[in-house]
């Protein structure tokens, strides 16, 4: 019922930037929080970064001061703008988004997930 589609993945120097986006399509009535989660090979998934429907945003401390969390609520996008990377931010990026749902039953509240979108940083 709904989908998000992550874009902006790639190959980049250390030290480059990147900025990745995801827009939520289908059945949406509200969009609460949007956030991008990161997971490498053999690691849990782990928060990056997470915005409200307010623009309130937190991330994780190995982020803090090169990632910003950013979102167009009329476009239901959510966008990640990373500076300054390094080759330990390698991995793959998931989009999610906690979503009100319409149906002909009324409004019920989902987590949704992108594809995920990989980011390779070279040293």
């Known amino acids: 019922q709904v989908q998000l589609v992550e874009s902006g993945g790639g190959l980049v120097q250390a030290g480059g930037s990147r900025r990745l986006s995801c827009t939520a399509s289908g059945s949406i009535f509200n969009i609460n929080t949007m956030a991008w989660y990161h997971q490498s090979p053999g690691k849990d998934r782990e928060l990056v970064a997470r915005?409200?429907?307010?623009?309130?945003?937190t991330y994780a401390d190995s982020v803090k001061g090169r990632f910003t969390i950013s979102r167009d609520n009329a476009k239901n996008t959510v966008y990640l703008q990373m500076n300054s990377l390094k080759p330990e931010d390698t991995a793959v990026y998931y989009c999610n988004a906690n979503v009100d749902v319409g149906s002909t039953s009324g409004i019920r509240n989902s987590d949704y997930w992108g594809q995920g979108t990989q980011v390779t940083v070279a040293s």
């Open positions: 915005i409200t429907s307010g623009g309130s945003s």
